[in-house]
């Protein structure tokens, strides 16, 4: 089988992009498959680096605001749709696979106007501008939450299947589970609250930590806390200013990033985080209660409609990122991490609206969009 993914700019896309391409090769062995980005996104490391062919092409998010450089930005995306249907003829593709960002705007309508069967995966439980506009030109849509179903318009196809993830439930024994609490610096008689705020870190969380810190807030409870790698020299010193050395607070671990996260959210209580797809799906995939602070400022505030899936369901308590602070946020830790029956109940709750067997589910869209859309040509 031949393939063509679209995926470009953030992690949130492409990595379901490549989720989506280990699966079909585990099912199709020697099956080709090419990714289409552009050459500023995160898709220069991550497709290369998973043994993807990445093809590229210009394209950009567009606003309704006129300015010479969103007419700039019209004139290339434009452009790009012309590259995107000429690597198309090229590959001449069985399927043409979305997972989210401008890139699919380009990608998707060269399809369609190529009769190439198309399939659009939209993460994010209030869907993106792109999704919204190629809804018509779209074979079918895959949507991470349920939520997102009723905000599709003209749809010819939505399915629910949820979204890939590398991470997984893990039943660790207790003596495992003890284990991997030692090797990060933590006390296993203790409850843990995971704090991160993304690969980059979140600089309001960041500042609410802090806070928690200069004022000892966290005397029942250890925090590990990712700071982000661009973030964490800049607490070093500001821990320095206050007379505290970021390798020795009590009941906290204080890391640029934690490269075994799987472990780490498998063993850790609470989890206090932005709100973005991927996350919130490995949130519930593993049953974890969590405190989230959506990021501000994105497009249809999508990262809030995100922590309302576990909200509603009472798996999560939502902060507004300018109402945070360090009061706040501890408050809100304790009366989850210091009552062992909310823990349950919560993790139990965020389990409700995880999904299973996604890869598998997704797989089968694909074989059935090649297979109707294929028909449908036949009788015309």
């Known amino acids: 089988m031949k393939v063509v993914i679209a995926a470009a700019g953030t992690a949130g896309h492409i990595n379901p992009g490549l989720a989506i391409a280990k699966k079909i090769q585990e099912e199709q062995k020697g099956s080709e ?19 993807y062919k990445l093809e590229t092409i210009d394209a950009y998010g567009l606003s309704k605001e006129i300015s010479i450089e969103n007419i700039k930005k019209m004139i290339k995306t434009l452009k790009g749709f012309g590259e995107a249907k000429k690597i198309l003829k090229k590959i001449n593709p069985d399927i ?5 960002g401008y890139i699919c705007g380009a990608t998707i309508s060269a399809a369609h106007s190529l009769k190439i069967p198309t399939l659009l995966h939209e993460s994010n439980a209030f869907p993106g501008k792109a999704v919204k506009m190629l809804a018509k030109k779209t074979d079918t849509i895959l949507v991470s939450f349920e939520d997102a179903i009723n905000r599709i318009k003209n749809a010819n196809k939505i399915v629910f299947t949820g979204t890939p993830v590398k991470i997984e439930k893990q039943n660790y024994t207790q003596t495992q589970k003890d284990e991997i609490i030692k090797k990060a ?8 609250v995971l704090v991160f705020g993304g690969s980059q870190g979140a600089r309001r969380i960041n500042q609410a930590i802090l806070q928690i810190i200069k ?20 607490i070093k010193e500001e821990l320095e200013d206050n007379d505290k050395n970021i390798n020795n607070i009590k009941n906290m671990k204080i890391v640029p990033y934690i490269y ?8 850790v209580d609470v989890i206090v985080s932005r709100s973005g797809a991927m996350t919130i799906t490995e949130i519930s995939k593993l049953g974890k209660p969590s405190i989230l602070v959506p990021l501000p400022n994105v497009s249809h505030d999508h990262q809030l409609y995100n922590a309302k899936v576990l909200q509603n369901v009472g798996a999560a308590e939502i902060i507004l990122d300018n109402e945070l602070d360090g009061k706040k946020l501890n408050d809100n ?14 993790g139990e709750n965020a389990l409700k609206v995880s999904s299973k067997n996604v890869e598998n589910k997704i797989y089968e869209q694909i074989i059935e969009t090649i297979k109707i859309h294929n028909e449908g040509k036949n009788n015309d």
């Open 260 to 267: 075994n996260m799987e472990e780490i959210m498998n063993v």
């Open 33 to 51: 498959i090419t990714f289409i980005g552009t050459t500023r996104g995160l898709e220069n490391e991550l497709v290369p680096r998973a043994g």
């Open 96 to 100: 043409v696979i979305g997972t989210g």
């Open 185 to 192: 610096g933590l006390n296993k008689d203790k409850p843990i």
């Open 215 to 234: 004022e000892e807030s966290n005397k029942d409870y250890q925090i590990i806390w990712a700071t982000g790698p661009k973030q964490y020299d800049i």
């Open 333 to 346: 830790i304790e009366k989850i991490v210091l009552d062992k029956n909310k823990i349950k109940l919560m």
